[in-house]
């Protein structure tokens, strides 16, 4: 069974993997703003044309509540002067967070996923009705003392790991069009 990586220095290897993996992709860097409910964050993203989505990696602006994690977010479609978060893969800098959708796990044979809670945010209101609608892979973690059935977001050092976060990237969009 999987198992929720806790150590720092471990989530901070792995953040590091996983930015590299899609990184390594053939990709434009674009300036753009990022638009979430705590107004635009001017940055740059990654444009990974042959998957058609976009990609930042980073910690959270200032104006976002929660500090202590990994700000990474995702779109599909070429950026333009601005773009909208089809979904955040963040982790806690440390331990177990599961109010933070996005964790890093490991198999117990050195390799380390990427997986999702898949607690989104619609305006207003939580999608709780997420996993009745999602048809994506799946996967039973340990998560501290519990055992919870989480979206298998991608395995790093897959040949097929970003085709694997960009199927996730798309099925999280279509979820939320049937919520909304």
């Known amino acids: 069974m999987l198992k929720i990586i806790i150590a720092k220095e471990e989530l901070a290897k792995v953040e590091a993997d996983f930015a590299r993996t899609v990184r390594d992709q053939p990709h434009e860097t674009c300036d753009t703003a990022i638009r979430f ?9 990654l444009w990974v044309p042959s998957f058609g989505i976009w990609a930042h990696f980073g910690i959270p602006p200032s104006q976002k509540l929660n500090q202590n994690r990994f700000w990474n977010v995702f779109g599909l479609g070429r950026p333009g002067k601005s773009v909208r ?10 331990g177990v967070n ?5 964790a890093f796990a490991t198999d117990g044979t050195g390799h ?14 939580f999608t ?5 609608h999602y048809r994506g892979a799946t996967a039973q973690v ?11 977001v991608m395995t790093l050092g897959s040949p097929y790991a970003v085709s694997d976060l960009a199927k996730f990237i798309r099925e999280v969009d279509r979820v939320k069009a049937a919520l909304r």
């Open 142 to 152: 340990h998560a501290g003392t519990k055992v919870c059935t989480m979206a298998l």
């Open 98 to 102: 599961n109010s933070i959708g996005g």
């Open 37 to 45: 409910r705590g107004g635009p964050f001017h940055g740059q993203v």
């Open 85 to 94: 978060i089809t979904c955040e893969i963040n982790s806690p800098f440390q």
């Open 128 to 132: 709780g009705e997420f996993w009745q």
């Open 112 to 125: 380390w996923l990427v997986l999702h809670r898949g607690n989104f945010r619609l305006p207003g209101r």
